[in-house]
């Protein structure tokens, strides 16, 4: 599925995957690995590996309505803070895998509980097709929720989360009932409030030679991210700092990995210690990929605390029993597809908006067909979910192209998104030409102050064949003219980076709501992405 660069300080494992919270578990010689998914459904991918170095898709936790509704889920105004499922944490207890997450709700009041959503998932068969629960639902005032077994006290079970920093800052904790979500121990108590640094949050607990460790995030998703750890000889503290805080963050501001905190710590069955963590590359103007997941390696030593190199280096260098990088992806998405009696087994990795309306979408005959929202939802709306299928970029240059029949219909409209949000994205738009048979291409922008159309005058094209070629500054657009692929366009990457998220691309359809016939009906023929080596 990713892109990996092996390093001596610090692995890319994951590229392009949302991550907040990380959390990553070892089963019977089998890492797990989970991550935030935001507005997109199916919601909170999973993937393992067996070596830490190739990493496959096994599937996702939301794969049904029943489980979670992102309806009501959006960016909150003016900002780039975006709600959804935020902060999956993965464990395993007892022949059980467990998932805790938070559903967000940005544009609710600061102060206001039902602001933040928390559930628990769980599946003996993570592998199985829809293999995980209907939600559990406990309440809790703050995201980043975890869980944390006690096995010395009676396999007591255990919440921690952040509280909401706006409103009060610090970790919280409590016993849950994860048969009915209930509280055992009141309203949930701070354990920990950090080092001083902002925003405590994404707390994990660790049980070690009589300790009880707690992992957290401070500074904020930005260029101050880091983790910290403390430790306690009760699970309910008081708890002490490390001296060595913070145990993980970047090197310096020229680093080329940033942002990276909101961290995971596992052993391998060989007794080496790692940690997952999320990190954005550079992190200040083009980072179209957005977060990402990284692996490093560390120590901890009995009795100690862990070191994970505490400054991940600015200038890393491949080592020399290190593999070398994954060959670049080159996919044939349509041949992932599978249609059983009508219905889509949608490949793992492609994502959709919020709930998706599934009468939206057709798979027959090798084809992917597609009608426009019967809602009227577009890629330019806060909420709904307009017809638009995506994989996630997942190189700094690739390039993806589709092939598209459009139906006369001058009305409807179809073409190739670089989505990073519904006021930041790259559009290159196929469309027919004042009801006549010929097609024209162009592209539109929109951006947080609107929609900018950087080629006003649409280009005459000869089929519905679209291309775009990612660059780290850029994104070039074309169409097929003549026997030959013809400039339409281009968009910055700068447009396209920023937020929680980072970019994915797909088709997308726009136009009438009054029908599901013919005549609004446009079919994907061909969907290849190709990283550029």
């Not at 679209?466 to 700068?494: C, H, M, Q, S």
Request: aromatic content about 12%.
């Amino acid at each position: 599925f990713a892109f990996f660069i092996h390093l001596q300080f610090v692995k890319l494992s994951l590229t392009n995957v949302c991550p907040r919270t990380i959390a990553c578990i070892l089963v019977d010689g089998v890492y797990y690995l989970v991550t935030s998914s935001f507005l997109y459904f199916p919601a909170i991918p999973i993937y393992t590996s067996q070596d830490l170095v190739h990493w496959t898709q096994i599937g996702n936790v939301i794969t049904r309505p029943s489980q979670l509704s992102l309806a009501n889920c959006t960016i909150r105004q003016g900002t780039k803070n975006c709600g959804g499922v935020w902060a999956p944490t993965i464990r395993h207890h007892k022949g059980i895998f467990y998932v805790v997450a938070t559903c967000v709700f940005p544009d609710k009041d600061f102060a206001d509980h039902s602001r933040w959503e928390n559930h628990v998932w769980s599946t003996k068969d993570p592998h199985a097709r829809d293999a995980w629960s209907d939600g559990i639902r406990f309440d809790f005032p703050g995201y980043d929720t975890s869980l944390f077994w006690d096995e010395d006290d009676g396999d007591r079970v255990y919440i921690q989360g952040a509280l909401y920093w706006r409103v009060k800052e610090g970790i919280a904790q409590f016993e849950i009932d994860l048969t009915t979500g209930a509280s055992v121990s009141g309203e949930p108590k701070p354990i920990w409030s950090g080092t001083g640094r902002p925003i405590p949050e994404a707390p994990h607990m660790y049980r070690k030679d009589g300790w009880y460790y707690l992992l957290v995030a401070e500074g904020g998703t930005e260029l101050d991210h880091c983790a910290t750890i403390a430790r306690s000889r009760s699970v309910w503290g008081p708890f002490e700092e490390c001296p060595d805080n913070p145990i993980i963050h970047a090197a310096s501001r020229d680093s080329y990995f940033q942002t990276i905190g909101h961290a995971d710590i596992f052993q391998s069955p060989e007794g080496q210690w790692f940690a997952v963590a999320l990190a954005t590359r550079d992190g200040r103007t083009n980072f179209p990929m957005g977060r990402e997941t990284v692996l490093i390696p560390g120590q901890w030593e009995p009795e100690s605390w862990p070191a994970f190199k505490a400054r991940v280096e600015s200038v890393m260098k491949t080592s020399a029993d290190s593999l070398q990088p994954l060959p670049p992806i080159h996919e044939k998405i349509l041949e992932n597809f599978v249609s059983v009696g009508g219905d889509i087994h949608w490949p793992h990795n492609l994502l959709r908006l919020r709930n998706p309306d599934e009468q939206a979408y057709q798979f027959k005959d090798g084809v992917l067909h597609l009608w426009p929202s019967a809602q009227g939802d577009t890629l330019d709306g806060r909420f709904g979910t307009p017809t638009f299928v995506a994989r996630r970029q997942t190189a700094i240059e690739c390039t993806t192209e589709l092939e598209l029949t459009l139906p006369a219909n001058e009305q409807v409209i179809a073409g190739l998104s670089v989505y990073l949000d519904f006021e930041s994205h790259i559009d290159l738009v196929l469309v027919r030409s004042d009801a006549k048979s010929s097609l024209e291409a162009h592209m539109r922008q929109r951006t947080p102050t609107g929609v900018a159309a950087s080629n006003v005058s649409p280009i005459p094209v000869d089929s519905g064949a679209l291309r775009v070629i990612a660059y780290e500054d850029r994104y070039d657009l074309f169409g097929w003219r003549n026997g030959a692929w013809v400039p339409v366009g281009t968009g910055l990457a700068k447009d396209v980076s920023g937020g929680f998220t980072g970019v994915v691309i797909g088709p997308y359809v726009e136009g009438p709501t009054n029908n599901r016939d013919d005549h609004s009906e446009v079919s994907v023929k061909k969907w290849t992405y190709s990283e550029i080596a």
